[in-house]
């Protein structure tokens, strides 16, 4: 079991620029999930996908903001015309369901996004 | 809207306990999870708790839930440097899978 992975750590762009994020769950976790983080502020909800559907979406995620989960393995986040305002860390997660009730989640390390 | 309050921070000296404090508003919430972030790391989930459970140890941790005041609390017995991080309070809604957190309580260890 490796882990939830993210790719890449640390990306900083231009504003107006597009950026692509990946995420890769653990292996059969059909679920996946997306956050943002600032600092000092707990994570805030993005989306969800339980294997290739994505059933539910925040408000936070406008126009600008695309998730997709193809095969039901990973997962691409895509801001397009960034603002200065997306600069955050945004993380994945993934948890298995039948795992366990409480379906946890567990946590990539994180994208770093700098727009400048 | 559902809310999740937690205190910024938190000192103790070294081998005391450590008691980190969270209250929700969301009563139908199920499940509620303890997260450990320490700099540069992700998110680690250390415990979680049923929502029709009062208590859960785990170790040096133990959890109290008071459902009624929809208060929930973490101790850390004999705090160590390397509990050194900040704390996540979440909780799960029953209608869905998408957790809601609080703002962190970050542990400073005195020496």
């Known amino acids: 079991d490796t882990g939830v992975s993210q790719d890449p750590r640390h990306k900083i762009t231009k504003r107006g620029q597009n950026v692509t994020f990946r995420c890769d769950p653990i292996s059969e976790h059909n679920r996946l999930y997306w956050y943002r983080q600032t600092l000092g502020q707990g994570p805030e909800f993005l989306t969800y996908f339980q294997n290739e559907a994505q059933l539910e979406k925040s408000r936070l995620l406008s126009d600008r903001f695309s998730a997709e989960r193809p095969k039901g393995s990973f997962s691409t986040l895509e801001i397009q015309r960034t603002e200065q305002g997306d600069s955050a860390m945004y993380l994945c997660?993934?948890?298995?369901?039948?795992?366990?009730?409480?379906?946890?989640?567990?946590f990539g390390p994180g994208t770093r996004l700098t727009v400048l | 809207g559902e809310d999740v309050e937690q205190s910024l921070f938190l000192s103790v000296r070294e081998g005391d306990s450590s008691v980190i404090n969270c209250t929700y508003t969301d009563s139908s919430s199920t499940y509620l999870y303890w997260y450990k972030q320490e700099p540069g790391a992700g998110l680690q989930l250390l415990t979680y708790?049923?929502?029709n459970m009062d208590m859960k140890q785990d170790q040096r941790l133990t959890v109290l839930l008071n459902k009624k005041d929809k208060h929930l609390s973490l101790r850390i017995a004999d705090t160590q440097t390397g509990d050194s991080a900040i704390y996540f309070c979440?909780?799960?809604?029953?209608?869905?899978?998408?957790?809601?957190w609080g703002a962190g309580t970050k542990l400073i260890i005195k020496p």
């Open positions: 979440a909780e799960r809604e029953r209608s869905n899978y998408q957790l809601i």
């Open positions: 708790i049923f929502s």
């Open positions: 997660a993934s948890s298995s369901r039948g795992t366990t009730a409480a379906d946890t989640q567990y």
